[in-house]
């Protein structure tokens, strides 16, 4: 095993995904196994999985993984889109013991931040940098010259009469049937307020709809340029490796 090269996991509301990063690079040294996550989505259920996916690559060393929740000190605070059971679970122990593997866990979107910032579409940027992922939920990271705010929880915002992530994630589009118009004009919305809220001089849209940026683009109305994470699908997984990576060496934020 290279010394270079880290197994990065992304753990979904509905895949959990693995691929072997080259954490100097930032490219995938392997093909992406996908597994369904399990259903319900309990903790043990979901250790099981992430066990196969280890073992899909014979993997013995070091394991990233990007979590749906605010994850402080290894430990999950909330469950917005997996089972309420994770909450309070120290997922770096569990993970750790059903692997056998040395296991690092932070927030899903954080880790695509870290990715992005790295080897991605936030390469070099200065200033307030965003990203949303547009999925099951809507995730985020905040940075400001390069340093993460962890455990943002933007999708999480009151608006609308309720939260952010209950109007314009890509699940609602799916959801209530939105066209790309009108779903694309609620994200508008969306971004107006992070405006209102955060000035940033750059907002990166990771997830599923990032794909479609076409689709939308046009109806974004906001003083800050807004542009496709350049990662896609693999920002989680290779940002996973990256935090195990910074970790090891305890200097995340630098
Ligand atoms: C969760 C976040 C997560 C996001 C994307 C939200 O519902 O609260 O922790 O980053 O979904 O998976």
Known sequence: MAEDQILGIDVGASGIKGAIVNIKTGELVTERFRIPTPVPSKPKAVAKSISEVVNHFNWKGLIGVGFPSVIQNGTAKTAANIDKKWIGTNVEKLLSEATGCPVYVRNDADVAGIAELQFGAGKGKKGTVILITIGSGLGSAVFTEGVLLPNSELG????????AEHYAADSIRKKEDLSWETWGKRFNE??????LLFSPDLILLGGGSSKKFDKYKDLLKVNF??????????????GAASLAALNKKKTLTS
């Open 190 to 195: 969306y971004l107006q307020h992070l405006e």
């Open 225 to 238: 340029p807004v542009i496709p994470a350049k990662l896609l699908n693999h920002a989680g997984i290779i």
């Open 156 to 163: 999480h915002l009151k608006f609308k009469g309720g939260i």
